[in-house]
């Protein structure tokens, strides 16, 4: 192969790599073009859990059907690349016929019964993330009677790895980024309340299904042009209130607008929400939290929103009843200073400055 293929070949192996972090179904053609580059004929990922020493080769592979289920089911604990590879940085392979050795290779039973039974030659691995105990890897094996592969193909994997850990990497972040927005959008959708994720311009980012079936009605005092949310009767206060909880002309505050429906008076709440909240891991900026009020909120999604700690919590609910800090301590069973220093907090993650408006956001929100 001459010189401009093999960068040929390369090119196209990163290009595929950054395709994997958005696609899922191209780590399979990755895999597939890096058997056939490096002199390879099997290959797969692997994954180990949490609480967990052994990796599982996943249903993303290209290993002989009839192999995978004894590896993961026993053989797996005899792999002596179990040993190796996890403490291994991520982008860098284990060899097993370098860093193992033939003669260890000739002695290990896990090679001499299950590669055997199973016409299974080397392998190389490549840790691609880790994620406290949990990790990926990828894995490239020869066929028992394969040659070893060239100077010239290990140079490439070698080339090739850091872009495989910087595909492993920023898939993993997309897939807890995945789980939290699924998370985030069944926690709001299961809150019976009106609830928007608005961005300081009063663009809709995100509407549970109570806010929709309100939207729908008639005569409803709120509508969306191009994605933009306005009111019937009073837009320009809440224009401001978003810019406001957005932090558009200063400091991020809370506020609150009444409306008028058919009579019934409805009260809105909109707060901020900072960029570094786990709501708020997709968009990475300042959003608006805006919630009709009427029944009970649950305090798990008043925890969520606002990222107060359990300690904070106790004191905002205290708070709401009226009791001053000094009485909070004396109950909590800390000094003042410890309140003090928690009150500091929730009045920055709340978006107020001072006691009578934190006790007023607490109570009209309906905290005991």
Not at 78 to 84: I, L, M, S, T
Not at 201 to 214: D, E, I, M, P, T
Not at 219 to 233: A, T
Not at 247 to 265: D, F, N, Q, T, V
Request: charged letters at 25%.
């Amino acid at each position: 192969m001459g010189r401009v293929d093999k960068q040929k070949v390369y090119e196209d192996l990163v290009n595929l790599c950054y395709d994997c972090v958005l696609d899922k179904g191209k780590w399979i053609v990755l895999i597939e073009r890096l058997m056939v580059a490096t002199g390879r004929q099997q290959g797969g990922l692997l994954f180990n859990r949490e609480h967990s020493e052994l990796a599982q080769v996943s249903e993303v592979h290209l290993i002989d059907g009839a192999a995978v289920g004894p590896y993961n089911e026993y053989y797996s604990s005899a792999d002596p690349g179990r040993w190796y590879v996890p403490r291994k940085a991520v982008g860098e392979w284990y060899h097993d016929f370098i860093d193992f050795g033939p003669e260890a290779i000739r002695r290990s039973p896990y090679y001499q019964e299950f590669h055997r039974d199973y016409r299974l030659g080397s392998i190389s691995s490549v840790k691609l993330y880790e994620s406290g105990a949990a990790g990926a890897y990828l894995s490239l094996l020869t066929n028992l009677d394969a040659k070893l592969p060239t100077n010239s193909q290990q140079e490439l994997l070698q080339r090739i790895s850091v872009h495989l850990g910087n595909a492993g990497r920023l898939s993993e972040r997309i897939q807890r980024l995945s789980l939290d927005l699924a998370k985030r959008d069944l926690l709001l959708d299961s809150y019976p309340n009106p609830l928007w994720l608005l961005d300081g311009n009063g663009h809709v980012l995100y509407a549970n299904s109570a806010a929709r079936q309100y939207m729908g009605q008639k005569d409803c005092p709120l509508y969306e042009r191009f994605g933009r949310l306005y009111s019937q009767c009073e837009d320009a206060r809440l224009q401001r209130l978003m810019h406001q909880a957005a932090g558009k002309h200063g400091r991020r505050r809370a506020g609150w607008l009444r409306l008028r429906m058919a009579e019934a008076l409805h009260e809105i709440l909109l707060t901020p929400i900072p960029a570094e909240a786990s709501f708020n891991l997709f968009f990475q900026r300042p959003l608006v939290f805006m919630a009709m009020l009427g029944g009970q909120p649950r305090s798990a999604l008043l925890s969520e929103l606002f990222q107060l700690t359990p300690a904070e919590r106790r004191l905002a609910e205290m708070l709401g009843q009226q009791l001053s800090p000094e009485a909070c301590a004396e109950r909590l069973k800390v000094s003042i200073n410890t309140v003090r220093s928690q009150l500091r907090s929730v009045f920055r993650k709340t978006g107020t400055s001072r006691q009578a408006e934190l006790v007023a956001l607490i109570t009209r929100i309906g905290q005991r």
